[in-house]
């Protein structure tokens, strides 16, 4: 089992999540889950759940709840009751508090013997942990009790990890992490510090004063105090010129402290030979083309962890999914966390998710010449592309991107030629896991906890912490799909004035749903809408029928509403599913799977429904 309390308290096994009953269940999970194995008394949890004035059947609602809780964790765990109080043993199952706590700990002996790099990894690995805001579902005097703690625990090691990253000479991405969080703590002096040391190094003095100024007046108007020695030093280092160079500048007092500084690290803390990148020293600019991952990706635990061991076990990957599922930014995500893996770059190409495809002649052209081929001397045919490509890519070890790929046809020419490099595809259709020795990996909706969490994290805390069952709504109303999420949170952010609540109550309309989902250059509609124009007029009028009817349907409801022999039905739900417009669930004991039409899905087809059939 796993339990999560750094987000949405939560439990979930592999039959899926454990179902939880309000705030009040969640809190005596996560007090229990908080105290290690220690006896958590009677009185300890009635204050938690009701405050110092508890019902007079405090004591009975409370064993109703523990017995809940011990029916649904089943027999994976021990919930006890011991004196006058109860007891959670979780043995060997996850829990991601421990989890960051065990990686911190270790962080900070690593970096107290110089392996900056390993620390830097680890403490990413936990800050990867926290998912939206920390104990998110339970009472509010249990987050006013817990929460500043955990909180305190996570700004620690965000401050520690920005002092591996400026070590290793990671100043230029560590600006923007530093900007947000010195924008959502000011008082906090070390991320002032670590972001005025950033901006110096990348040249911007005059930026990092003022961030300097900008902080000893929000200390001397909020608190009447000046900056602490500390940033002050910063402040007269960067005035002088004397600001340290990153640690992996220096010279090291021995060979074993600079390899220490130097060598690549992989995910499990073991060297990586960086020979590669020696060796191609000499050659052309290592590109690195691959837009970044959005830093508040969130969810996806164990899709993230598939791609990067199959990357890391030297296989390519197909990622699909509906439209708007998070392909991309997964794949920009694991390609972020293996890069150590592939020193001579990282290609990465839109194949046609903006418009039209892209034809594999545009972009081998683009991918030989950031491999140093001469605009004179790019080949004028598509063999001679290919052959020229495979060439130059065989023997590097690089990262290759396919975003948005139509078919498999599309991506073939694309593959690099024989060696380490390794490819991640993504894409809607399914024939794309057509391709060759691929680790296929399938995207569907967030799960609820995740679901909030990204709402969380593009809002703001305090708007899902105020209005946490509004922003469950909103989740469900999205079809907890990341980029309808992103939109929705996108808007509250931007509307301080709007409520949680208001905004779910736009979305509940249908007719208004997609026109809801929309906002800057985003639009939850737009790769549905492209999905049903590449659909057969035949398919498209099949599709509309079976979206507008009832829902789960088997190929012999299919058959009905369509007028046709459950064969063929069969046969266009499953060309639907292929596209993602379905959703297929195989049902233990029934002759036919069973498919929805997810709500997004169903509301695009109406909306599509007119055009298409007059058309046809």
């Known amino acids: 089992m796993e339990f999560r309390v750094l987000g949405l308290v939560s439990a979930g096994s592999a039959d899926g999540a454990v179902p939880l009953d309000g705030a009040k269940q969640r809190t005596v999970l996560a007090a229990l889950l908080l105290a290690g194995g220690t006896v958590v008394t009677d009185e300890r949890l009635t204050t938690l759940l009701w405050g110092w004035e508890p019902p007079a059947t405090s004591t009975k609602q409370l064993y109703t709840y523990v017995s809940r809780l011990r029916t649904r964790l ?9 004196g006058q109080g109860y007891r959670l043993d979780i043995g060997d199952a996850f829990l991601d508090w421990t989890a960051f706590h065990d990686l911190t700990g270790t962080a900070g002996t690593d970096v107290r013997a110089g392996r900056y790099a390993r620390a830097e990894r680890r403490l990413a690995a936990a800050l990867a942990l ?24 996570r700004l620690a090691a ?13 100043h230029t991405e560590a600006v923007p992490a530093l900007t947000r969080e010195v924008t959502r703590y000011p008082l906090r002096e070390r991320l002032r510090g670590q972001l005025m040391t950033a901006l110096s190094r990348c040249g911007r003095q005059a930026d990092a004063l003022a961030v300097y100024e900008s902080g000893r007046r929000i200390l001397a108007d909020d608190l009447g105090i000046d900056p602490g020695p500390a940033l002050r030093a910063v402040r007269q280092q960067i005035l002088t010129g004397t600001l340290p160079a990153p640690v992996a500048g220096r010279p090291a007092a021995s060979g074993a402290g600079e390899q220490t500084v130097r060598v690549a690290v992989a995910a499990d803390g073991a060297p990586v030979d960086d020979g590669a990148a020696r060796a191609g020293a000499g050659r052309a600019a290592v590109p690195a083309q691959a837009p970044a991952a959005p830093a508040d990706f969130t969810g996806r635990r164990r899709e993230v962890e598939t791609v990067v061991a199959a990357l890391r076990g030297q296989r390519d990957v197909v990622i699909t999914g509906a439209p708007g599922t998070g392909k991309s930014a997964l794949a920009r995500y694991a390609a972020e966390r293996c890069r150590d893996a592939f020193p001579d770059g990282l290609l990465h190409a839109d194949l046609g ?12 052209g683009r991918f030989l010449r950031a ?8 080949p004028d045919g598509l063999d001679e592309r290919v052959h020229l490509y495979r060439t130059r890519s065989a023997g590097r070890r690089m990262l290759v991107v396919l975003d948005g790929a139509t078919d498999d046809a599309q991506v073939r020419p694309l593959l690099p030629g024989a060696g380490a490099s390794r490819t991640v595809v993504t894409g809607v259709r399914a024939s794309l896991c057509s391709l060759e020795g691929t680790r296929p990996v399938r995207l569907g909706p967030l799960t609820p906890g995740d679901a909030v969490r990204l709402l969380a994290a593009v809002a703001g805390r305090e ?21 309808a999420l992103r939109i929705a949170a996108a808007r509250l952010a931007a509307r301080p004035q709007w409520s949680a609540a208001h905004l779910a109550a736009r979305l509940e309309p249908e007719g208004r749903r997609l026109a809801e989902l929309r906002f800057g250059s985003l ?36 058959a009905v509403l369509l007028g046709t022999g459950a064969e063929d039905a069969e046969e266009i739900l499953g060309q639907l ?40």
């Open 74 to 82: 089943g027999g994976a765990v021990c919930l006890e009751r011991t």
């Open 130 to 153: 926290w998912n939206g805001p920390v104990l998110t579902g339970v009472t509010e005097r249990f987050a006013e009790a817990e929460g500043p703690r955990l909180e305190e625990a």
């Open 158 to 170: 965000l401050e520690d990890h920005a002092d591996a990253a400026l070590a290793l000479g990671g």
């Open 353 to 364: 998710s903006a418009g039209a495809a892209r034809s594999p002649y545009e972009i081998l």
């Open 371 to 378: 491999l140093g081929t001469t605009p004179a001397d790019l």
């Open 463 to 483: 708007r899902v912490i105020a209005e946490p069952q509004a922003a469950v709504r909103i989740a469900e109303l999205c079809d907890r799909v990341p980029l």
């Open 523 to 558: 639009d939850a509609a737009s790769g549905l809408r492209a999905v049903l124009h590449g659909l057969p007029a035949e398919l498209l009028a099949a599709f509309t029928t079976l979206a507008a009817g009832p829902h789960p349907l088997t190929a012999a409801d299919a």
């Open 577 to 616: 599913a292929d596209v993602r417009l379905l959703e297929g669930c195989a049902t233990v004991g029934a002759p036919w799977p069973h498919y929805r039409v997810t709500p997004l899905a169903r509301l695009a087809a109406a909306r599509h429904e007119a055009p298409a059939l007059t058309a046809a």
